[in-house]
T-cell receptor, first 112, second 113 residues
Framework: KQEVTQIPAALSVPEGENLVLNCSFT??????LQWFRQDPGKGLTSLLL?????REQTSGRLNASLDKSSGRSTLYIAASQPGDSATYLC???????????FGKGTTLSVSS | GAGVSQSPRYKVAKRGQDVALRCDPI?????LFWYQQALGQGPEFLTY????????KSGLPSDRFFAERPEGSVSTLKIQRTQQEDSAVYLC???????????FGSGTRLTVV
């Protein structure tokens, strides 16, 4: 059974720092990988999707990479801002069209 | 519609009461998923539809949970005889096809008292 681990569970940084969130899968056979953001009491907002043929995706200050051979993904956030404070979830899709399996998330707090 | 719509946004149920949660996916999205998210945890898979066919219901925690999508669009998750451990946020997601990402709704927060 696929399990997803996110490290660290929580992270506090001052504004302006660059940071890396980590995600690992017990089964490296991942089809698509998606990173989400969740604000308290809210649903999930998709940040980046790495499709099966891709290794990384970038959007603004965010960059996500996927190493299928090791079953690891990282989310890089450049020049963090207080508005980045949220929980970040990574999720993998084992086969096309099947359910996403989620990690427990990393809760990020960026102080001004 | 522009996004995935879930209703109600909040639901308080007395223990033993039946509840029905609704999900309106993005128009044309073939696949629809239900997830349960406990406080401080990641979403856990419940069930999955492709059009009107329920292809996987392995995540449903008990036979008190039932989901349907009779016309391949709107879906309803029903919980019978609710118990306190059913308290969670129930999230719905849809996607258009295999190579595309998932879009989630805002969820329904169920509190069983």
């Amino acid at each position: 059974k696929q399990e997803v681990t996110q490290i660290p569970a929580a992270l506090s940084v001052p504004e302006g720092e660059n940071l890396v969130l980590n995600c690992s899968f017990t089964d490296s056979a991942i089809y698509n990988l998606q990173w989400f953001r969740q604000d308290p009491g809210k649903g999930l907002t998709s940040l980046l999707l790495i499709q099966s043929s891709q290794r990384e995706q970038t959007s603004g200050r965010l960059n996500a990479s996927l190493d299928k051979s090791s079953g690891r993904s990282t989310l890089y956030i450049a020049a963090s801002q207080p508005g980045d404070s949220a929980t970040y979830l990574c999720a993998g899709e084992g086969q096309a069209g099947t359910a996403l399996i989620f990690g427990k998330g990393t809760t990020l707090s960026v102080s001004s | 519609g522009a996004g995935v719509s879930q209703s109600p946004r909040y639901k308080v149920a007395k223990r033993g009461q039946d509840v029905a949660l609704r999900c309106d996916p993005i128009s044309g999205h073939v696949s629809l998923f239900w997830y349960q998210q406990a406080l401080g945890q990641g979403p856990e898979f419940l069930t999955y539809f492709q059009n009107e066919a329920q292809l996987d219901k392995s995540g449903l925690p008990s036979d008190r949970f039932f989901a349907e999508r009779p016309e391949g669009s709107v879906s309803t998750l029903k919980i019978q005889r609710t118990q306190q451990e059913d308290s969670a946020v129930y999230l719905c997601a849809s996607k258009t096809g295999g190579g595309y990402g998932y879009t989630f709704g805002s969820g329904t927060r169920l509190t069983v008292v």
